[in-house]
């Protein structure tokens, strides 16, 4: 196998192509000439052909050389670029971040967030990732995303979480619901009512969470419907077909054919969390500019205001 030419020996040919004189090329390098000249040789030795016609003052390139120095010169262009590129990203200008996030995210805690840090980290792609809660550790692991945004996500072996909104759990209702003109619901009082919930597997925290408030609240709800989205589980309540429970954020985005009711009880009983999610260790500089930014919203917006 052929030995492979060292990049430096590249620029020195570079260099002597440009200067067309050993001694002017060995002087801006800061090398002896022969060191010069030996160099020169080892690139043609491991080429196989001569690179500079040596009978001519000054040296000239042969049609090999003059190839090589076309494709050499590109390649120490292109070098220099990635460099500046590395040197930014160590810097946290550019590079990529990958987030994860909860759908009830999007309503306004993450909007406002993804702006900012992209007027103030252009370069810096951002891929944003919908991922169910109970998805997001896995995908942390696996390197998918470096950060996620997940509601009451419980255990997260091996991750650390990070509280950035408290948000109260309100019930939606039609406009011509019989409770629609009371200021605040207790449980207890759906007991009788059908609920559109989103569908529950084993591992799914925010229909589990729901049943079991409603198991502590003494009953066990009716599911009239299952809704994947939040839109759709809003539509069919609009429609007439249950009620649901979901986010004040969500509550805020407001429908003519819908209201929403607060819960009475012991607030943190019906209260959400929005938890960040990362891997342990060291942070590199755009999620550690991220989880600033989260943490100042955090600071602004730690319990949304009255629906």
């Excluded at 800061?30 to 001569?50: K, V």
């Excluded at 460099?83 to 994860?100: H, T």
């Excluded at 702006?115 to 109970?134: A, G, K, Q, Y």
């Excluded at 409770?179 to 619901?185: D, E, I, M, V």
Aim: proline letters at 7%; one cysteine or more.
């Amino acid at each position: 196998m052929p030995k492979r030419i060292a990049f430096r020996h590249l620029e020195a040919f570079l260099i002597l192509a440009r200067e067309g004189n050993v001694s002017r090329a060995a002087e801006l390098m800061g090398i002896a000439q022969p060191a010069l000249s030996q160099q020169i040789q080892l690139i043609e030795t491991r080429i196989g052909t001569p690179l500079f016609e040596r009978n001519t003052r000054p040296l000239r390139l042969t049609d090999a050389g003059r190839y090589l120095h076309a494709e050499a010169a590109s390649l120490v262009d292109r070098f220099e670029a990635v460099v500046a590129e590395v040197r930014q990203i160590g810097q946290g200008k550019r590079g990529w971040l990958g987030i994860g996030f909860t759908r009830s995210a999007m309503y306004e805690f993450l909007p406002p967030v993804v702006r900012e840090f992209s007027l103030n980290h252009p370069d810096v792609e951002l891929r944003l990732h919908e991922i169910l809660t109970e998805d997001q550790p896995d995908a942390l692991r696996a390197g998918t995303i470096h950060l996620g945004l997940s509601r009451d996500p419980g255990e997260t072996p091996g991750l650390l979480q990070e509280a950035l909104l408290r948000e109260d759990l309100v019930v939606a209702l039609p406009r011509r619901h019989p409770f629609a003109s009371r200021r605040s619901l207790i449980l207890a009082e759906l007991a009788e009512e059908p609920f559109i919930l989103f569908p529950k597997n084993p591992v799914a925290r925010f229909p589990s969470r729901i049943l079991a408030l409603c198991r502590e609240a003494g009953f066990t709800p009716v599911v009239a419907q299952e809704a994947f989205e939040i839109q759709t589980a809003l539509g069919l309540v609009a429609a007439g077909l249950g009620l649901t429970l979901v986010t004040a954020g969500v509550a805020r985005h407001i429908r003519s054919d819908l209201t929403f009711k607060r819960l009475e009880g012991e607030r943190s009983a019906f209260e959400t969390l929005l938890v960040a999610l990362y891997r342990p260790g060291p942070r590199d500089l755009p999620l550690e500019a991220m989880l600033n930014l989260m943490r100042s919203t955090k600071g602004s917006n730690a319990r949304p205001s009255s629906i």
